[in-house]
């Protein structure tokens, strides 16, 4: 069966809404295969975020995702990379549809959409490279 990377962000992690995320997660089917909180290092988020590298928000999301604890899983299931991000919603919280976990959880958007709550694999190379980032 197919993995994918789950963080829930400090925002996430900050507001309470760890238990939210997971329980529409296992709700939707998936199986949380491991599960852990901890503080990002910079070489953890230097890595999970290399593709973004240079670009104007890159600094300010790897200070915002150091910010405070944030919440790793790795999610098994049936084509879960797909069905997590559709869970998730679109980056913005402010637009994304209701009934996923940005559209109904978030409101930032603008400097602030670093603010989306949660981080999904986008594709499996992504997910195993990211699994390996934070449970080596
Ligand atoms: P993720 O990969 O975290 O699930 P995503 O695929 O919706 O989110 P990406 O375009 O891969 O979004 O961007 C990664 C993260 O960088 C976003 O989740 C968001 O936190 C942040 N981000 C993206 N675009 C911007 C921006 N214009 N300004 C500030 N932060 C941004």
Redesign the pocket.
């Known amino acids: 069966t197919e993995r994918t990377l789950i963080?829930v962000?400090p925002d996430g992690v900050e507001r309470g809404l760890t238990g939210e995320i997971l329980r529409r997660a296992e709700t939707k089917g998936y199986r949380i295969a491991e599960l852990k909180q901890l503080r990002a290092s910079t070489e953890q988020l230097a890595a999970h975020?290399a593709?973004?590298e240079g670009?104007?928000?890159?600094q300010?999301?790897v200070d915002?995702m150091l910010s405070g604890p944030v919440v790793a899983a790795i999610l098994e299931g049936d084509r879960v990379i797909e069905g997590f991000?559709s869970l998730?919603?679109?980056?913005?919280p402010t637009t994304a549809a209701p009934g996923t976990i940005?559209g109904d959880l978030g409101r930032d958007w603008?400097?602030?959409?670093?603010?989306?709550l949660?981080?999904?694999?986008?594709s499996v190379e992504s997910a195993e490279r990211e699994i390996g980032i934070w449970f080596g």
């Open positions: 963080l962000k975020y593709e973004h670009k104007p928000f890159y300010p999301l915002f991000r998730a919603g679109t980056t913005e940005r603008g400097e602030k959409v670093q603010k989306n949660v981080h999904g694999s986008d």
